[in-house]
Structure formats: structure tokens, C-alpha cells
């Protein structure tokens, strides 16, 4: 093919100096040729060849300088007249490079946050060298992470791992300068900062000495961020001391920068030794082999595989159970004797695993991309076409092939170049927003290139190619059967039109299903803010105070919380208030486990129960039905041998209506508890939990630890905050607030996944609609004009309006149709693998789909209808007057 | 005496380039130069090598195209020939050329 030839050609330098020396080579041959049959001898002919010629050098160097001003001259121009052409056509311009912008900008900046979200690690040294240790129970088909402190010791002393830790994430109220805030802390073994292998910037790290008293001599460790934020960065802070929740504790160290505990997510900024757990967490009986409260990782021997690992603790696992093994129960260590390790270079898995979302979040953008670029297609190709006219005036004025090609060449590679420029502006606003919705901006997630050049790549590759192909086939057109006069008769081939509409379905096809999975989240969404808790969080107040400072002993903490239950209680605004600890949904964690076999004789599984500990008064605060039974009374508040169940427990342990009465023990040293009251279900700590057994336990004489202050006003909380204020500062000066929240702003916050995922996707559907309706938009207006004669001629002739608006319409209504019948199955077959992110709703959802499809289709039509409105407009007797 | 040689006026190669190939039809690079070397009765000073830019240049300018064949001897050679636009540019540029030696004769001969 010539054309192609010369498109390489043009091209390939070493290829046209080849042909020029063979020309130039043939030409001095038939010099020669012509001296010698003159009589000449041939090394004299040669020579006057080569004379003849003049300088063979210089002449190749003129005609490679022709040949390359020629082509930069050629480039400019084109480009200066593509310019001046996208001048003419803003909206045409302006809709390739939104599009092309959309693309590449949405595209690159959710790989930019999806690369810092997936592949950060912990700031540690070998972070892959790091494992989570789980067990599993083939019985209950559940994995447990968490293990007893003698596992922990015992399981470091076999040596299976470089090294092993535990750690268990709480917070404390942090006394220092004369002001407490809330802080997380994490209580960790002796080997927790070797196993990290982090170093200290100031000071020391927490080590295996400090373990050898528990109870005394408290030290800790703080993290970087916290020393500059709170401590101001002050030199001296290696001994300061501190309070956290009353206890003294002397800070001797000082973490690098950047680390901030063992979890990726989960900012922790203090660590303390295990060996204060008693004192930390009310008595908690720390270092029994019944106490599974730590988590547990550790480092691998270098020079072992996970496998290797993994089968070294399969071996190792049971037999530190068995020897830890509480003799009392001996089925315990049996039932959860499958260990497994897990890789954990973010540190213990304790986060919800996001990765899900932020899968449905790429397909979400790269939909958008694809819409993106069918768009810039069916743009192309409308705009190669009106110009046929233009390019059919060129061809026949004698412009050679190459230089149209060249011309829509430069032209599409002009719009692929602005659409990216844009591009890359937008992806930087786009991350942020990213990043703001999904509040992960100490990320920091830096433009990633790689995707940027892919999505820019793949926008100049549609580009170039529905720039190239109409092109390659305009230049193609013998100029002698193009009807330079008439507008009307520009030869579209059917085979073309048919091409351009199919890739408007496709979009809507596309559009489609980011619009159904749109409308699903929103769904879910609204669920789950509407979900019945199963208790009335409204303007309820969240109160956090500590009175443990200032060195006073604990027994007076309760005393004087129990002095500002009683103060508040009399505040005129004061509907209820009590006290409690794991209030539902409050974000303060509390369970309970037992042998069922102590509860009941029905053969139910042993499992963890949500607990709260609260005061009186505190279900009708919260508004939680009481269905049988009674609440605490004075007595119980004093002696603890009591305990209020919900309905889910009474059916989980089969009481039925023994249920009331019951009494049990926890361990057969302790006294029996008794069950004297049975609320309604309530969600206790996730919202979308099923209604889990829940037991309340009263805050007795005995209760150590903080508690909430539970406070529901009669009318507006914010009214009622300053007198609590004055309260809690008259009962106690020295007893600062903590905290003030609502609970069901926290409540709220709890969705937030659901809606940053609800909101990006509506933003990317409603890109998608757009698009979807741009190139609608743009069928059907290029079909129009084409047509303006014959809509002014039907109008003059009598015509309704409203009849050539439907014959008009039709076409667009079987694209539309078309997108929907393609773009309704892919979006169910799609949706099926998001319905672990759903709440409440069914993928195949029927009134969702309907709706999504009713939307969509009507928006498209409105798109298609408006060119006719322009087309209405204009005089008929002009559009019969042609041209 | 033998005659003065005269050098090629800067841009009327190509009027000479497209006037050869008009009277010749397609020809290739050696054959132009001989052609108008034969004409001039060799009395222009050409050297055949700067046809070759000049060649690129009416190609580039889409008034000639070229394609490779078989010369007379069966040697490979590219052989150039007129387009339309070229076939026109001829016309427009010798109507000019003849305008402008008309006037440049009638200066030239004038007294006053």
C-alpha cells in the first residue's frame, strides 16, 4: 500500500537516506555510464560523474535540512489551524477535553489513594517479616486472635519465631500540664519493641525489665507525633512524669518519627508494659491462662518461609496450649488448637479489611474511564464527519493524503494533550477530595505516575485512533463523487452512523450499571441510618470525666462519679441520667465469656458476649423496653449479684421461662449471679451486628475504672452542657471533662464508610450520566443538522412539531433502549460481587433497578430532545432556502 | 568566443523542473538534468546534485509525486511526475515569469 509506505517513510530517517542514496547512487551511475559510452576510460568517467554531480555531501545535507524544516513547518501549521478549528467548536472542544479530563483525572487519582492505602506498611524494617497468630476452632468454625499472656511467654520461649509479642489497644486519660485529654494506649510484652525493631529517638524502648514488677515503677514510651503535639517537643520530656487514668506512670522514651503503634490504621501513641494491666483495666486478672485478651505477632526467623513457619507453630501451637492448659477446663485448649500464621506487614489484622471498598471504588473509576473514552470516540467520528466536507474541498485542491492524515492527526493528538494537562490539574483537586472523604489525609498519597501515563496513554490511544481511522478514510474519498454544494448529500457510510450509535449505547450501557451500583449504596446507606437499634440515641450526652487525678486513690473515682450522677439528676433540664461503661455503640468495647455449660444445660456453644456495665436507671435513658423483671435497685448498686439479660440471651442459652430468676456462676469459687431483669434487643457494638446476647452488669462498690456519664435532656443537649459543666465542677473542682459527645452523632460517624462509598459513587454515576447524556446529546444534534432542511420543509408543510420531534426521538429512544437491555444484566451480574458491602438490600433489588433505569432514561431522552428545540427554532423558510 | 555560462536564478529551478516533467512526463532525477542541460545548449551552470532538494521541495509542496521504478537500462530509479495542483502552479508561475521578463525587457530597453 503506498499510503502506508509512505507514512512509514516519513518516519523512518534511515530509511528515505537509504532511498536518497540509491537515487543518488543510480543518478551518478548513469553520469557514468553516459561519459564511458562517450569514449571516456571508467575511472575517469567516474570521477567526472561525481563532477558533474557536484558535492554529494552538501547536496544530502540540503535535502535531510528540506526534508526536516519542511515537516516542523507542516507540524506547526497544523497545529495552529487545529487550534483555531477547536476555537470555532467550544463545545465540541470543551466536551473532548472534560471528558478526557474526567478520565484521566478520576482514574489517576484513585490509584494515587488506593496505592497508599494497599501497599503502606508498617515503618518498621523487614515489615514482611512480620505474622499475626490466629487459632481456629473447627467446632465453631471461627477464628480467634487473641491469646493469654502465658501463651505469649510460653510461645516465645520455643523459639518458633526470631521473636513474639502481645498487645492489647485501650485508652486512658492522660494527665499532664495540668490538662487530661483522652490518649490510646497500648499495653504490650516484653518483646513487642524488639519484635518491631524499631528504634527509640529519645530515650529507651520498653524492654523485658520492665516487666519484672508488676504493678510499680510504671515507665512508658510515647510516640513522636504525640511528644510534638501535645508536649510541644520539650526537651526535657525523657522522666517527665504523667498520669494515665490516675496511675503515675515516667516517660522514658521517645519513638521515631512516623511510628505510631502496631496497626496501620489505628493510631496508638503510648505504649506501657503489660505488667500494669491489674491497674489499668480493673483488676483484670492479667496473667491467668483464661484471660485470652492479647493479641498476638511476632517476627519470623529470616531464613523461614511463612510456610515453614506456619507448619513449625502447627507443631509448637498445641503443645504451649497444653501446657498452659487450665486445669479446670481441659476441653479449652482441644477446641482451639489450630494455629495458623498470618502475613502482617500492617500489623495485626484488626482493622476492617478495606480493601473491598476500595475494589468497587476502582471499578467505580475505571467505568468512568471507559465511558470517557467512548465518548471522545463518538466525538471524533461525529466531528471527522462534518468535516468531510472541508477535507473533500482539500483533496480536491490537490493536497496529498499525508497531510490530511497528519491534519486530524495533529488534531486528536492537540485535544488527547489538553484533555491530560487538565487531567492532571483535576487529579489533584480529585485526590483530595478522595482523601477528605475518606479521611485517610496522613496518608498522604502521592500522584501516582504509573497511572496518570496509563490513563493518559489509553485517552491518546482512543484518541489517535477515532482520530486516525475517519481520517485514513476521508483522505480516501475521490474527491470527483463529493458533492461540494450541497450540505445535505455528505456521504456518512451506513456502516460508519451504525458504529457511532453503537458506541452511544455502550456508554449508556455503562452508565447503566455505575447508576444501578449508585443507587444500591444510596439504598444501603439509608438503611443503614435508618436501622432499628433498638434504643433512642437522640441529643443523648456522652459525658467523659476524670476524677482519678491529682493523685487521689481509685475507691474515690466512684464516689465521685456516683456525687455527679446525683447532681446532675437534679438539673431542671435533666430528663435521665446514669452511669455506665460499653454503653451501646458508643465505641467503648466490653465483653464477657463463659462456659455455657455454667449458664444453661441446653448444648449451646461456648461464645463472647456483649456486656455493659451501667448504674440504675440506665434503660430508661436510654429508652430500652423493659420486658420482664425489674431494673437495679440500691442493693444490687452494692453487692454485684445481679445481672439484667436481653432476649437475644434468653434465647441463645434456651432459658425460655426460667429465664427470670435464673441463677448461675461464673466460676464455681465465685457467688451465684442472678438474672432479674430481660430488655428488648439492642445493637450493642456495630451497627450492622444481628441482635447478639447482651448482659448488664450494675457498677457496684467494687467497680474500678472510668466510667460515662449518660445524660438525656429534655430538649436540646447543647442547652444543657454548660450547666453539666458547672456541675461536675461543683461537686469536684479538681475532676476535669474529657470529653463531650452525643451518641448519635457517634453513631452517625460509624456509617462513614458506607457514605464516603455512597458519595464518591454518586459523584462518579452522576460523571457517568453526563458523559452518557453528552454523547447522546451529540448524536443526536449532528443528525439533526444534517437534517434542518427536511425538519424546515415537514414544518412548513403542516406538520405538527411535536410529530417530527417523535420521528426524531425514536432513534434515540432505541439507543437508549438498547444501553438499557445490555447495561441492566451486567449491572446484576456486577452488583452480585459488592453484596458484602450492602446493608439490607438485595443486589437484584427490583424498585432499585427500575428506578436507576427510569432516571437514566429519562435524562438520555431529555439530552436527545434538546438539539431539536434549536432546530425549531430556526425560520423554516430559511431551511428551505438550503445553505 | 565561447559563451558565457549563467548561473541558475534562485526559484526558477523549480519552473524548469515542472516545465521538464509537463514536456517529458515522468522522469527521473538524471533524466530532468539532462533535459535541461540539453535545452540550455549546456550553458547553465547547474549542479545536478541541487535538483534533489529542489525535487523534495515541489514534492513536499504536493506538485510532483514520485514513485519507484525501472529505468532503461533496468536500474532502479525514482521516477517524479506532475500532480494537478502542479500542472497549475506551472501555469501560474510561467504566466508570471513571462509577465515579469516582459516588464524587466521593456525597462531594460528603455532610454528615458
Known amino acids: ?883 | 568566443m565561447p559563451k558565457k555560462k549563467t548561473d541558475v536564478l534562485q526559484g526558477t529551478l523549480d519552473l524548469m523542473v515542472l516545465q521538464t516533467l509537463h514536456a517529458l512526463g515522468p522522469q527521473h532525477g538524471y533524466g530532468i538534468a539532462m533535459r535541461i542541460q540539453q535545452i540550455s545548449d549546456n550553458m547553465l551552470e547547474l549542479n545536478q546534485g541541487t535538483l534533489y532538494p529542489a525535487l523534495l521541495r515541489l514534492e513536499q509542496n504536493g506538485w510532483i509525486r514520485s514513485e519507484w521504478g525501472n529505468s532503461e537500462n533496468n536500474r532502479r530509479a525514482r521516477y517524479y511526475s506532475l500532480t494537478k495542483t502542479g500542472r497549475k502552479q506551472l501555469a501560474e508561475e510561467t504566466e508570471s515569469w513571462e509577465r515579469f521578463s516582459g516588464i524587466m525587457a521593456k525597462l531594460l530597453s528603455s532610454d528615458s
Open chain 1, 1 to 883: 500500500m503506498p499510503l502506508l509506505r509512505k507514512l512509514m517513510a516519513t518516519f523512518s530517517r534511515s530509511h528515505r537516506d537509504a532511498e536518497l542514496n540509491e537515487e543518488i547512487e543510480s543518478h551518478l551511475a548513469m553520469l557514468e555510464t553516459a561519459h564511458i559510452s562517450r569514449g571516456m576510460p571508467p575511472d575517469e568517467a567516474r570521477l567526472a560523474a561525481r563532477r558533474d554531480f557536484g558535492g554529494v555531501e552538501p547536496t544530502k545535507q540540503i535535502y535531510r535540512e528540506q526534508r526536516g524544516v519542511a515537516f516542523l513547518e507542516n507540524l506547526l501549521q497544523d497545529l495552529r489551524l487545529s487550534l483555531r478549528s477547536l476555537r470555532k467548536t467550544p463545545g465540541f472542544a470543551s466536551i473532548a477535553i472534560a471528558s478526557l479530563a474526567i478520565g484521566i483525572g478520576a482514574n489517576t487519582s484513585m490509584f494515587s489513594v488506593v496505592r497508599a492505602l494497599k501497599f503502606r506498611t508498617l515503618p518498621v524494617p523487614q515489615p514482611e517479616e512480620l505474622v499475626q497468630i490466629r487459632s481456629f476452632s473447627p467446632e465453631y468454625k471461627t477464628f480467634a486472635e487473641n491469646f493469654s499472656y502465658p501463651f505469649v511467654t510460653e510461645l516465645a520461649r520455643t523459639q518458633a519465631f526470631a521473636s513474639t509479642a502481645g498487645m492489647f489497644p485501650t485508652s486512658a486519660a492522660l494527665y499532664a500540664d495540668n490538662r487530661t485529654t483522652q490518649a490510646p494506649v497500648e499495653l504490650v510484652t516484653a518483646d513487642y519493641f524488639r519484635t518491631l525493631r524499631i528504634r527509640p529517638l529519645l530515650g529507651r524502648l520498653l524492654g523485658p525489665s520492665d516487666m519484672r514488677h508488676p504493678g510499680s515503677d510504671a515507665v512508658c514510651v510515647i510516640s513522636y507525633s504525640l511528644w510534638q503535639s501535645r508536649f510541644g517537643g520539650r526537651s526535657d520530656i525523657i522522666g517527665r512524669p504523667i498520669k494515665l487514668s490516675g496511675i503515675p506512670f515516667r516517660i522514658v522514651g521517645v519513638t521515631q518519627k512516623g511510628f505510631e503503634g502496631s496497626v496501620l490504621y489505628w493510631p496508638h501513641d503510648i505504649q506501657i508494659p503489660v505488667s500494669m494491666t491489674a491497674q489499668f483495666m480493673h483488676d483484670f486478672p492479667w496473667q491467668s491462662a483464661n484471660s485470652t485478651f492479647l493479641y498476638l505477632f511476632a517476627r519470623r526467623h529470616a531464613n523461614m518461609t511463612i510456610a515453614a513457619t506456619d507448619a513449625r507453630l502447627k507443631v509448637v501451637g498445641p503443645q504451649v496450649g497444653a501446657r498452659i492448659r487450665n486445669p479446670k477446663n481441659p476441653d479449652q485448649t482441644a477446641r482451639w488448637n489450630r494455629f495458623s500464621v498470618m502475613p502482617a506487614s500492617k500489623g495485626p489484622g484488626l482493622m476492617e479489611d478495606k480493601s473491598m471498598q476500595v475494589f468497587v471504588l476502582s471499578g467505580v473509576v475505571f467505568l468512568t474511564l471507559l465511558i470517557a473514552c467512548t465518548n471522545i470516540a463518538g466525538l471524533l467520528l461525529a466531528r471527522a464527519n462534518s468535516q468531510e466536507r472541508e477535507t473533500a474541498v482539500q483533496i480536491s485542491l490537490g493536497a496529498p493524503q499525508i497531510r490530511i492524515i497528519q491534519r486530524y492527526l495533529v488534531e486528536s493528538l492537540l485535544l488527547a494533550f489538553l484533555g491530560g494537562c487538565v487531567g492532571f490539574v483535576a487529579s489533584n483537586w480529585i485526590t483530595r477530595l478522595f482523601t477528605y472523604e475518606l479521611q485517610i489525609e496522613y496518608l498522604n498519597p502521592k500522584l501516582d505516575v504509573g497511572m496518570f501515563l496509563f490513563s493518559l496513554a489509553a485517552c491518546f490511544g482512543t484518541a489517535l485512533m477515532f482520530g486516525l481511522i475517519p481520517g485514513w478514510q476521508a483522505s480516501r474519498v475521490n474527491a470527483r463523487f463529493v458533492g461540494l454544494r450541497d450540505q445535505g448529500s455528505v456521504r456518512t457510510t451506513r456502516r460508519q452512523s451504525v458504529f457511532r450509535k453503537t458506541l452511544v449505547s455502550v456508554q449508556v450501557a455503562l452508565a447503566t450499571v455505575l447508576l444501578v451500583g449508585c443507587a444500591l449504596f444510596l439504598r444501603s446507606l439509608q438503611n443503614i441510618q435508618t436501622v432499628k437499634l433498638g434504643f433512642d440515641p437522640h441529643q443523648v450526652l456522652l459525658i467523659d470525666t476524670d476524677p482519678s487525678q491529682a493523685g487521689r486513690p481509685e475507691a474515690n473515682s466512684l464516689a465521685i462519679y456516683r456525687r455527679i450522677l446525683e447532681r446532675v439528676r437534679t438539673l431542671p433540664g435533666v430528663e435521665a441520667a446514669t452511669l455506665g461503661f460499653g454503653i451501646p455503640l458508643s465505641g467503648q468495647i466490653s465483653n464477657t465469656s463463659f462456659w455455657s455449660s455454667r449458664m444453661t444445660s441446653a448444648k449451646v456453644p461456648d461464645r463472647i458476649n456483649a456486656s455493659a456495665m451501667v448504674a440504675d436507671d440506665f434503660f430508661r435513658a436510654l429508652r430500652i423496653p423493659m420486658l420482664r423483671g425489674r431494673d437495679f435497685n440500691a442493693a444490687d448498686l452494692r453487692k454485684g449479684q445481679s445481672v439484667i439479660v436481653n432476649r437475644a440471651f434468653v434465647d441463645y442459652y434456651r432459658l425460655g421461662d426460667r429465664a427470670l430468676g435464673h441463677r448461675f456462676q461464673f466460676e464455681s469459687d465465685q457467688p451465684a449471679i442472678e438474672i432479674i431483669g430481660i430488655v428488648a434487643n439492642t445493637k450493642m457494638q456495630s451497627v450492622r451486628e444481628e441482635n447478639s446476647p447482651a448482659m448488664f452488669f450494675p457498677i457496684t462498690d467494687d467497680s474500678r475504672g472510668s466510667l460515662e456519664l449518660l445524660v438525656r435532656p429534655h430538649g436540646a443537649a447543647a442547652s444543657l452542657l454548660p450547666e453539666i459543666r458547672r456541675a461536675v465542677r461543683e461537686v469536684d473542682p479538681q475532676t476535669s471533662i474529657t470529653s463531650e459527645t452525643r451518641l448519635d452523632e457517634k453513631i452517625a460517624a460509624q456509617s462513614f464508610d458506607q457514605r464516603a462509598i455512597a458519595s464518591l459513587c454518586s459523584a462518579f454515576s452522576g460523571f457517568a450520566l453526563l458523559l452518557s447524556c453528552m454523547g447522546l446529546y451529540g448524536i443526536a444534534a449532528y443528525s439533526i443538522s444534517r437534517r434542518t432542511q427536511e425538519i424546515g420543509v415537514r414544518v412548513a408543510l403542516g406538520a405538527l412539531r411535536r410529530d417530527v420531534a417523535a420521528l426524531f426521538l425514536r432513534e434515540s429512544c432505541w439507543i437508549t433502549a438498547l444501553g438499557l437491555a445490555a447495561g441492566i444484566p451486567a449491572a446484576l451480574a456486577l452488583a452480585s460481587l459488592i453484596q458484602k458491602l450492602l446493608f439490607g438490600i438485595e443486589p437484584a433489588d427490583p424498585t432499585t433497578i427500575a428506578v436507576s433505569s427510569v432516571v437514566l432514561a429519562g435524562v438520555c431522552l431529555l439530552a436527545a430532545a434538546l438539539p431539536l428545540r434549536k432546530a425549531f427554532s430556526v425560520d423554516p423558510a430559511e431551511a428551505l432556502r438550503g445553505e
